[in-house]
């Protein structure tokens, strides 16, 4: 399993993703349920990347990461980046990644995926589901759960932001629960998600099988993904 956590970003290439465009057609979700708790990500949560197999890279070396990166159980070998590109702390398995900054950390590396798994699967059975259309470009959402009523989430510039509510409450959780099969999340280039009102980035959950974020627009929140990230 792969994640990356995004909490206020702006980065070069890897996470500069993201403005806005043009026709806003709005869907609002007002429908009335129990308040979420966020998804615990408990050991996992300082990480901004933390992948299973087979590797982490960058192409161009030319992004700044936020938070820790950790590769588990697949070989440190397959963390392809460098140590200025990482504030946090770059943990492998073994005594392979890059130097000097890599740290050998086994044991809190299978803890860090043993709770990703944890929240994968606790994020993947909230309910009550509100299936929300496959376009989210150009949606306003309040606080809940939503499913895709296709195999996909996009987001596309053309259809405007997606523009997340948090109605003055900032403990507001959103969570995304994309089909099991399928690509999951589609994030066009220059496309946007807003957070008004309160909503918080650390409170928006993405349960996918896997992601796809392309260039120059903004992004927000924890993709939790089966399979693949890909960030362009």
């Given at each position: 399993?792969?994640?990356?956590?995004?909490?206020?970003?702006?980065?070069?290439?890897?996470?500069?993703?993201?403005?806005?465009?043009?026709?806003?057609?709005?869907?609002?979700s007002q429908v009335a349920h129990a308040a979420q708790?966020?998804?615990?990500?408990?050991?996992?949560?300082?990480?901004?990347?933390?992948?299973?197999?087979?590797?982490?890279?960058?192409?161009?070396?030319?992004?700044?990461?936020?938070?820790?990166?950790?590769?588990?159980?697949?070989?440190?070998?397959?963390?392809a980046l460098t140590c200025s590109q990482v504030t946090?702390?770059?943990?492998?398995?073994?005594?392979?990644?890059?130097?000097?900054?890599?740290?050998?950390?086994?044991?809190?590396?299978?803890?860090?995926?043993?709770?990703l798994t944890t929240a994968y699967l606790d994020a993947?059975?909230?309910?009550?589901?509100?299936?929300?259309?496959?376009?989210?470009?150009?949606?306003?959402?309040?606080?809940?759960?939503?499913?895709?009523?296709?195999?996909?989430?996009?987001?596309?510039?053309?259809?405007?932001?997606?523009?997340?509510?948090?109605?003055?409450?900032?403990?507001?959780?959103?969570?995304?629960?994309?089909?099991?099969?399928?690509?999951?999340?589609?994030?066009?280039?220059?496309?946007?998600?807003?957070?008004?009102?309160?909503?918080?980035?650390?409170?928006?959950?993405?349960?996918?099988?896997?992601?796809?974020?392309?260039?120059?627009?903004?992004?927000?929140?924890?993709?939790?993904?089966?399979?693949?990230?890909?960030?362009?």
């Amino acid at each position: 399993m792969h994640t990356l956590t995004y909490r206020s970003f702006s980065l070069i290439t890897l996470l500069t993703i993201f403005s806005l465009s043009a026709i806003l057609v709005t869907f609002t979700s007002q429908v009335a349920h129990a308040a979420q708790a966020p998804v615990n990500l408990r050991m996992a949560s300082p990480f901004a990347i933390l992948s299973g197999t087979p590797n982490i890279s960058d192409a161009g070396n030319a992004s700044v990461i936020h938070g820790n990166v950790g590769l588990s159980p697949a070989s440190g070998a397959g963390i392809a980046l460098t140590c200025s590109q990482v504030t946090g702390t770059i943990y492998s398995v073994d005594a392979t990644g890059p130097l000097p900054c890599r740290v050998t950390n086994g044991p809190l590396l299978l803890t860090a995926k043993n709770n990703l798994t944890t929240a994968y699967l606790d994020a993947a059975g909230r309910t009550p589901l509100t299936t929300i259309p496959t376009e989210l470009g150009g949606t306003t959402l309040v606080a809940g759960v939503y499913d895709s009523s296709s195999t996909t989430f996009n987001i596309t510039s053309g259809a405007g932001p997606l523009v997340l509510n948090g109605q003055n409450d900032p403990s507001s959780v959103f969570i995304f629960q994309a089909p099991f099969s399928g690509t999951g999340l589609n994030v066009g280039s220059a496309s946007t998600i807003s957070l008004i009102n309160g909503a918080q980035a650390c409170n928006v959950f993405w349960r996918v099988d896997t992601a796809s974020i392309n260039t120059t627009g903004t992004f927000v929140g924890t993709v939790l993904a089966l399979n693949s990230i890909s960030v362009a």
